[in-house]
């Protein structure tokens, strides 16, 4: 076993337990979703690019035309994404906008043999079972309760756009390290920024009770949460993703029922602890085999 097959993993463990935590700080300000992103994704690009400027570093996405494109597509779509899920989390829920938001490593495990090559082995398939049965137990309150159409339509759009957003971010090698997360965040925020000129919602006022959660947000939840996260995830398998995943909805639904008193009776319990199971036996053996 490679002791350095670990980090990445682990890195990429700590980006979604930070992630996870979107959620419960997203409710402590007082603006919509939209502009909750707007400000989240202005402020953590301007943070990352004013480190790696002072770090000394060059931007060399531009170079290679296909590299550009599949980078601007990757950070367009996690802004589209972050939009449609901050929405979401209003009108479904912190919990249930969560869980379905990760139903988009689904797509990008089912299509990894395809797109990357990855074998998908025996091991591998069983721990995503069980991960997967365990959402849909953790998620069974939330489907049966009070969520409305458009909630879970959001979430299911914040699933797909996530799909698109790690496909070709993962097809963008040319880019790694420190300038991945910067240019996904640049990207994402000229987005956002464009559909908030076009709806209206750049216009906002901003509450000083708001303040802290946004900078909390925006430098912790954003900036070193995308440092983490796409410094890693260059560098393990797609399947990996896929199945670790799922640490962040399950932070999320675990963090909202104990701070926004959101339900999360037996079967959710027993249903978290297949995801931290599958997840966990996914792992050993693949680091092991690393």
Sequence with gaps: MRSDARYPSMMFIASLLVFGTN????????????????????????????????????????????????????G???????????????SAG????????????????????????ERLTARRALGFAVVFIGIVAVGMDGVSGSADAGGLLLGAMSAV???????????AVGVRGMENPVVQLVFAFATVA?????????????????????????L??????????????????????????????????VLAALVLGEPMGPVQVLGAAMVIGGALFCETGAVASE
């Design 76 to 90: 367009a779509s996690m802004g589209l994404s972050w939009m449609c899920l901050f929405e979401a989390y209003d």
């Design 194 to 218: 464009a559909v908030s000129l076009v709806t209206g919602d750049a216009a906002m006022a901003v509450a000083p009770s708001d303040v802290p959660g946004i900078l909390v947000l925006g």
């Design 220 to 253: 912790v939840n954003t900036a070193l949460g995308c440092v983490l996260y796409f410094t890693s995830m260059g560098r393990i398998r797609s399947q990996t993703v896929a199945v670790c995943g799922y640490i962040e909805p399950l932070t999320a639904v």
């Design 23 to 74: 959620g419960v700080v997203a409710s402590t300000i007082g603006l919509d979703g939209i502009r909750i992103v707007l400000l989240r994704s202005m402020i953590g690009a301007v943070a990352l690019v004013a480190v790696f400027l002072v770090m000394g570093n060059r931007f060399t996405f531009h170079r290679d035309r296909r590299t550009f494109m599949l980078m601007a597509v990757s």
């Design 94 to 117: 912190v919990g249930l906008a969560s869980l379905e938001y990760y139903c988009g490593p689904v797509i990008v495990m089912a299509l990894s043999p395809l797109l990357f090559g």
């Design 161 to 171: 756009l996530l799909a698109v957003m790690i496909v070709t971010n993962k097809m």
